[in-house]
């Protein structure tokens, strides 16, 4: 079964400090990873997946299998990046479906 | 593209009542997904469709949940009869396949269950 863990629900931080929203996962397979976004008033949206290897917004999340993380970072907080975050598993190809974590909810503090 | 339509955006209704969810996905798009939001649990996918047809229906919570997908452009999830304990945030997404590509979400159907 594949699982996806947010431990925080709630991170706050203060604005300019490093953010870091932490997702583990377990899963047999060969997972894609993805990070999506629910800003306040809006819809949720995609913000990176981790075959990008983009940075959005300033985010990074990189995908190390040893400790079945998907962490994602930003070095400068930001107020507009408060939001609620999902971490997203799912495995390529076929008919596998999306298991999103619990969410975390990021509150800069300005 | 006015994106994922999902309709009404709020409905408060009555323990008891039946209760439809509709989605309009984005044209072209060739799966579907029906998930519930809320603050315990968080996102949990119900029932994800691909080209009309239900592939895994195994997150809906129980018999009073229905899903239906008629044609590629509509869809409905239905109550009934609906409980105070169903009250939450449903979102419907659609992607052009399923698991590997963007799902873009819609606005959200907030339930409440009197």
């Known amino acids: 079964a594949q699982r996806v863990t947010q431990p925080e629900k709630l991170l706050s931080v203060f604005k300019g400090a490093p953010v870091e929203l932490k997702c583990n996962y377990s899963?047999?397979?060969?997972?894609?990873l993805f990070w999506y976004v629910q800003y306040s008033r809006q819809r949720l949206q995609l913000l990176l997946r981790h075959i990008s290897r983009e940075s959005i917004k300033g985010f990074t999340a990189d995908l190390n299998k040893g400790e079945t993380s998907f962490h994602l970072k930003k070095p400068f907080a930001q107020e507009e990046d408060s939001a609620m975050y999902y971490c997203a598993l799912t495995n390529s190809g076929g008919y596998q479906k999306v298991t999103f974590g619990i969410g975390t909810k990021l509150q800069v503090i300005p | 593209d006015a994106g994922v339509i999902q309709s009404p955006r709020h409905e408060v209704t009555e323990m008891g009542q039946e209760v439809t969810l509709r989605c309009k996905p984005i044209?072209?798009?060739?799966?579907l997904f029906w998930y519930r939001q809320t603050m315990m649990r968080g996102l949990e996918l119900l029932i994800y469709?691909?080209?009309?047809?239900?592939?895994?229906d195994s997150g809906m919570p129980e018999d009073r949940f229905s899903a239906k997908m008629p044609n590629a452009s509509f869809s409905t999830l239905k109550i009934q009869p609906s409980e105070p304990r169903d009250s939450a945030v449903y979102f419907c997404?659609?992607?052009?396949?399923?698991?590997?590509?963007?799902?873009?979400f819609g606005p959200g159907t907030r339930l409440t269950v009197l």
């Open positions: 997404a659609s992607s052009f396949r399923v698991s590997t590509d963007t799902q873009y």
């Open positions: 044209s072209g798009h060739n799966s």
């Open positions: 469709f691909n080209n009309n047809v239900p592939i895994d």
């Open positions: 899963y047999s397979g060969s997972p894609e």
